[in-house]
């Protein structure tokens, strides 16, 4: 597929240039059989391939223990390509993707199965013109197969022609020690450079463009410290429960599930200062260096009494989490966790940072919310306060609660809201899925939205003793309290967020997202 022909198409394509990949590239997909592979790493390929954002002539060869057939290889790499409407030109695209990608099967322990997997990668390379030979692994893969796969790659398939990187899905360990043995066998084999540690939330549009909403508006960046802000809610809810799949969940949980990683992720971009520029390593430096060293290292371990845990029970019709076959009958998991961590910082100081995640809540939604501190009383009372909301997923939007004059002949306030709904705004822009982003950042060498070690060190610091304690290590284990499957959590979240100083707006408030489903 030519890059001409593909950014000469009517397809409305991310503003980054193809000048920087490397041509005579080949992405191995290991784990290429399992869900993760199947729901988002292939998706992300296609659309980058659709949209002409992979290098000239690449090539995607799948490796997975599975045996599976061509046929049946595509029909599960493909499954989950979007394409409602059954539209000619991307069924056209489809075929032509297959075509570009083929699959070997192999063990991940056995170094003469990588001898056999590099083989066959060396004969796709023939094709390729010059001397260079280029290699993107991507282990979509559980922690258990990481060490022993890195070690492979790196002895076994490692190309001495040209550029090698290896992305490595989260999670990144279960504690502080096992982060710390992971990081320290990977880089026994892979060099910091060449390894990309992926959390796709800092691929989202949403949480990318907390850069230029904090600093290219005078007006947000006045007010974004402790003398403005009352308190920051970083919120994650799923309207479904485990649903089968059990056994994972309740071996990580809520907390290293989502907290640890994606929402403390969203916070240190909420937190961090300023860089020096925009530049990839600028931005990287001042997260990793300033916010992990400065920021999360300013954040103590988070406290038993600043947590509260839930765990869903049958209601509306819908199972609770123990009656799932695969979850052992006395599990005290928690599947909703919220938990306030705090900034001992000149510009934080005293402003809690409450995120909160749950798995069978009455919707689907990632947002943070800001409230500001109440207005000067005197000629109001009462009044809302303001609060500037960045919904993250689904219906991706920013709006400002404000107080304004009722219509008419009375003067009296009430909250309406400033609002930048995306699907309004930017109707016909692409919005790319957050893989597709980190994939295209990966072949690029661009390493500022991914997660650098010392950060990961610092991170898990902050949250590996309230696991402990949950995890039944230093104590008897705390058990959560039930909340209603298809509820908004547990009752005592209200009394929790409450303690904080967070006041909910009782005058019938409401964003109109309903609104959407209309565009």
């Known amino acids: 597929m030519s890059r001409q022909r593909a950014m000469s198409g009517t397809i409305p394509s991310m503003e980054t240039s193809n000048e920087a990949l490397k041509d005579n590239t080949v992405i191995i997909v290991l784990g290429a059989s399992g869900d993760l592979a199947k ?21 995607i060869v799948g490796y997975a223990r599975t045996k599976m057939d061509e046929a049946e290889y595509h029909k599960r790499t493909t499954s989950y390509i979007k394409n409602p409407n059954n539209d000619e030109e991307i069924t056209a695209k489809i075929e032509e993707f297959k075509k570009a990608t083929t699959y070997v099967s192999g063990d991940y322990e056995k170094g003469e199965a990588f001898d056999n997997l590099n083989k066959y990668i060396e004969e796709v390379e023939k094709r390729y013109q010059g001397d260079q030979r280029h290699r993107l692994f991507y282990l979509a893969l559980p922690p258990s197969v990481f060490i022993p796969v890195a070690a492979n790659l790196k002895t076994h398939c490692y190309s001495k022609r040209g550029i090698n990187r290896i992305i490595v899905e989260k999670p990144f360990g279960k504690d502080t ?119 999360l290292r300013a954040i103590p371990p988070i406290e038993r009494a600043d947590t509260l845990l839930g765990q869903y029970v049958a209601a509306n019709g819908k199972p609770g989490y123990l009656d799932d076959d695969t979850v052992p009958h006395n599990s005290v998991c928690p599947t909703f966790a919220a938990t306030t961590l705090w900034i001992h910082n000149p510009r934080w100081e005293g402003v809690p940072f409450i995120l909160r995640a749950g798995k069978a809540l009455n919707e689907s939604k990632v947002e943070i919310r800001i409230q500001f501190k109440d207005v000067t009383q005197g000629i109001f009372k009462d009044i809302a306060r303001n609060e500037l909301v960045i919904r993250i997923q689904p219906s991706e939007a920013v709006y400002l609660k404000m107080n304004l004059k009722t219509p008419g002949l009375y003067t009296r306030a009430m909250p309406t809201e400033l609002d930048l709904t995306y699907k309004r705004r930017f109707a016909e822009t692409y919005i790319p899925e957050a893989y597709e982003a980190l994939i295209l950042d990966a072949l690029k060498g661009d390493h500022s939205n991914f997660v650098r070690d010392d950060e990961l060190d610092v991170a898990w610091k902050i949250f590996t003793p309230i ?53």
Not at 45 to 59: A, C, I, N, S
Not at 190 to 206: P, V
Not at 256 to 270: A, K, T
Request: with cysteine; glycine share 8%.
């Open 39 to 59: 729901k988002k790493t292939y998706p992300a390929l296609f659309g980058l391939y659709q949209r002409g954002f992979l290098p000239t002539d690449v090539h």
């Open 467 to 519: 696991l402990h304690w949950i995890d039944g290590q230093s104590g008897p284990r705390p058990h959560p309290v039930g909340y209603p499957y298809g509820s908004r959590g547990p009752k005592e979240l209200e009394a929790f967020i409450a303690k904080y100083g967070y006041k909910r707006a009782d005058q019938g408030y409401a964003w109109p997202v309903t609104n959407l489903s209309n565009l």
């Open 177 to 295: 020690d096992s982060c710390r043995t992971l990081l320290s066998s990977l880089k026994q084999h892979w060099t910091e450079d060449e390894t990309f540690r992926i959390d796709h939330y800092l691929g989202k549009e949403m949480v990318k463009n907390l850069l230029v909403l904090r600093f290219a508006n005078v007006a947000l960046g006045s007010a974004w410290d402790k003398n403005s802000i009352s308190s920051v809610q970083i919120t994650f809810k799923e309207p479904f429960g485990t649903e089968g799949r059990g056994g994972y969940f309740d071996e990580f949980g809520m907390i290293r599930d989502v907290l640890q990683n994606h929402l403390l992720q969203v916070l240190s971009v909420l937190a961090m200062e300023r860089p020096v520029s925009f530049s990839a390593e600028d931005i990287r430096d001042e997260k990793a260096s300033v916010v992990s060293v400065k920021v």
